[in-house]
């Protein structure tokens, strides 16, 4: 049987009515989507959240509801705790431990996506239900650290900065085991050439401790623009559906990690049409989805 991809999809508490939307319809009209991929995970964070790292958190929604809804459809729910400079003080957060406690009960194994080992530990000892993954604000660019940390038990999964994502000579060499572990961050924006893309995330990580940090100055020369899926599209560290079936998996990858959380419905609904759905069913979905009157999609 032919590999699959599993995309693990942005937004578990920010973008809930658009999922909720599309959840039906990718249950209901499975024939409007590619047969080789599936939805791994849905990812997140709630906003204010103090473990948070990578983006802000936008997301208003409540967990309850978010915890029914991937269960309902038995999707594994990923929470976004990439903070790199959490202290000891930091574990007994009461809103982040809540969420640990309703999230590891999901009859479908839900993960946590870290940068922190202190948090790592934590969680290890607090929620043995939890699945861990190694999150790509450690900004791994050398291949061998990319080598070391897929040696890491602790984690299921590991995302390498995305400047890796076509370092195919030491990528194909890498053993099967190794291989499973990988999952591709397949559309950033960030400049390739960026020198500061770690103390941007800590940037972000200062924030959510409610520390007082300046704001991160990006140097890109397209910084002013914003995320634009079409300039995404052309960073030579790009990976589209063509590589994803063409390249990656006849090379044993299997997952594929969809960024956006600090974007619009929108452009989370293109990617949906982008990388899951066939193109003569994309009309079709982007009707009933534009046409739902509950979404607030811009």
Known sequence: MAMKAYYHLPGLFEFYELYRAFLPLYREHREW??????????????????????????????????????????????????????????????????????????AVPSGVILCSDLLLEELQRRYPGFYFVSSTTKVLTEFGELEEELDRDAFRYVVPDFRLNKAFDRLFALSPERKRKVEFLCNECCWFECPDRKACYETVCRKNLGEDSPDHVCVSPTAGRGYRFSDAMANPGFIGIGEIRNVYLPAGFSHFKIEGRSLGSAVILEFLLYYMTKPEHQLKLREEIYLDSTLDLF
């Open 33 to 106: 989507f590619y047969d080789w991929c599936e939805i791994g995970s849905i990812y997140g964070a709630p906003a204010d959240c103090l473990w948070g790292g990578g983006r802000a958190g936008f997301g208003e929604e409540e967990p309850e509801r978010v915890a029914a809804l991937l269960r309902e459809y038995g999707i594994s729910a990923r929470l976004t705790f990439s903070n790199s400079l959490l202290r000891k003080e930091h574990l007994a957060d009461p809103r982040c431990n809540a969420l640990c406690a309703l999230f590891e009960k999901s």
